[in-house]
């Protein structure tokens, strides 16, 4: 079965600081994964993704990710976080050998708060 | 940039009656989604469609809810006689076509069913 957990419901870092959101995730297959981004009233708005290829993938906003297969996870990253960054991030994966291409099992969602 | 569009963003209903949730995907698309996500409970899969019909659907997706693309533009979830248990925010979701698990879903921003 596919899960996606993400242990922190909230994570708090000053601007100007590195910023580290985590994931782990559970699948059958090889795992495709995604990071979403979701600001007050607005959709989940894409940030990154991995599907193969290099284990660092960068996206959109100067966020970047690590996929580490032996230890299942996924952690999004940051090296400077700035105030605006604060938002609900939600991972996400799905099973290369999925049935559906839409199908994604989401964690929880952690609140990051940048304070000035 | 294109979005994904919902509508109502907030309704509120008496328990036992049909709701109708709207949602204009990006015109290009060729797949569509429905997903929800109850007050702090992870996003979850309802739904997919692609082609005009369901192409696969979560446990969560029983009788009670139907979806539907009328016509070109408009995809449409409805849930008959609704329970208190469905208040939760509906996130409508589209991706291009192709057989590769990689598309990128774009979502809604949501809308926010409440049952009294």
């Known amino acids: 079965a596919q899960s996606v957990a993400q242990p922190e419901d909230q994570v708090n870092v000053a601007e100007g600081n590195p910023l580290t959101v985590k994931c782990t995730y559970s699948v059958s297959g090889n795992p495709y994964l995604f990071w979403y981004v979701q600001y007050p009233n607005r959709g989940l708005q894409f940030l990154l993704k991995?599907?193969?290829?290099?284990?660092l993938v960068k996206g959109s906003y100067g966020f970047e990710a690590e996929f580490n297969k032996s230890q299942t996870s996924f952690h999004l990253k940051k090296p400077s976080a700035l105030v605006s960054d604060s938002a609900l991030y939600f991972c996400?994966?799905?099973?290369?050998?999925?049935?559906?291409?839409?199908?994604?099992?989401f964690g929880r969602g952690t609140q990051l708060t940048v304070w000035p | 940039e294109p979005e994904v569009t919902q509508t109502p963003s907030h309704q509120v209903t008496q328990m036992g009656q049909e709701v109708i949730l709207r949602c204009v995907p990006i015109?290009?698309?060729?797949?569509f989604y429905w997903y929800r996500q109850i007050l702090g409970q992870k996003v979850e899969f309802l739904v997919s469609f692609y082609n005009n019909e369901i192409s696969e659907k979560s446990e969560i997706f029983d009788d009670q809810f139907s979806v539907e693309r009328p016509d070109g533009s408009n995809f449409t979830l409805k849930i008959r006689s609704t329970k208190l248990e469905d208040s939760a925010m509906y996130f409508c979701a589209s991706s291009p076509g192709g057989t590769t698990g990689a598309n990128v879903l774009t979502f809604g921003a949501g809308s926010r069913l409440t049952v009294l």
């Open positions: 991995y599907i193969t290829g290099d284990n």
């Open positions: 015109s290009n698309h060729l797949y």
């Open positions: 996400a994966v799905r099973d290369s050998r999925g049935s559906t291409l839409g199908r994604l099992y």
